[in-house]
């Protein structure tokens, strides 16, 4: 079965810095992958999907990711973090043509941002 | 405005009793899902339904049972049997449910037992 790690669980920028948030997923072809946003206390949003074709994928809010069959992973970036991207990151892999089987979720990864 | 809608959001329980948690989309999505998230837990899906009448098990589905009456419609209840049934539940919808479509997540309901 599929499986989906984010190796950090907090993370802490200054606000203008850059961010980078890691995802590692375990599955044996490619799988479809997303990443959500959550602010406290809400529901998730959608920041952006890759399912094949062009390897960096850009989303909303300024994110992009880029996909690495080699090193099994999906990592969400920014240039330039603001203070509104304080929030919880959760990674979530899909398997292809498997029909209707839902997303794993990673545990997420809780950014601060500080001025 | 189309969305999904979840009721209520903050529910107080005392332990023993059964509660029942809404959750109504207007987005004409077929498929539609129960999570419960706790900290560091990340997302675990409790119950899944792809059409109306019909649903399926997740990975946490014990002591929780859904119905699946109408489409628009997927309410949660939380029974006796769950242990640890403090947490916050997340409600959400896709278009058909299968793998690669975005799913679309409620506001979230907090339920805390006591």
């Known amino acids: 079965a599929q499986s989906v790690t984010q190796p950090d669980i907090h993370i802490t920028v200054s606000e203008g810095a850059s961010l980078e948030l890691r995802c590692n997923y375990s599955?044996?072809?490619?799988?479809?992958l997303f990443w959500y946003v959550q602010s406290p206390g809400q529901g998730l949003q959608l920041l952006l999907k890759y399912f094949s074709g062009d390897t960096l994928v850009q989303g909303i809010k300024g994110f992009e990711a880029e996909f690495k069959r080699s090193q099994s992973s999906f990592n969400l970036r920014k240039p330039s973090v603001h203070w509104s991207d304080a929030a919880e990151y959760f990674c979530?892999?899909?398997?292809?043509?498997?029909?209707?089987?839902?997303?794993?979720f990673g545990k997420g990864t809780r950014l601060s941002v500080i001025a | 405005d189309g969305g999904i809608t979840q009721s209520p959001k903050y529910l107080f329980r005392k332990e023993g009793q059964n509660v029942t948690l809404s959750c109504e989309q207007n987005l004409n999505h077929d498929a539609m899902y129960w999570y419960r998230q706790d900290p560091g837990q990340g997302l675990r899906l409790i119950y899944y339904s792809q059409i109306v009448n019909d649903f399926q098990k997740g990975d946490i589905a014990e002591g929780y049972s859904v119905s699946r009456e109408k489409k628009e419609s997927f309410p949660l209840t939380v029974t006796s049997a769950q242990k640890n049934p403090t947490a916050f539940y997340l409600c959400?919808?896709?278009?058909?449910?299968?793998?690669?479509?975005?799913?679309?997540f409620g506001e979230g309901s907090w339920l805390t037992v006591v």
């Open positions: 959400a919808s896709s278009i058909d449910g299968k793998t690669g479509n975005t799913i679309y």
């Open positions: 599955y044996g072809a490619t799988p479809y």
């Open positions: 979530a892999v899909g398997v292809p043509f498997s029909g209707n089987t839902p997303l794993v």
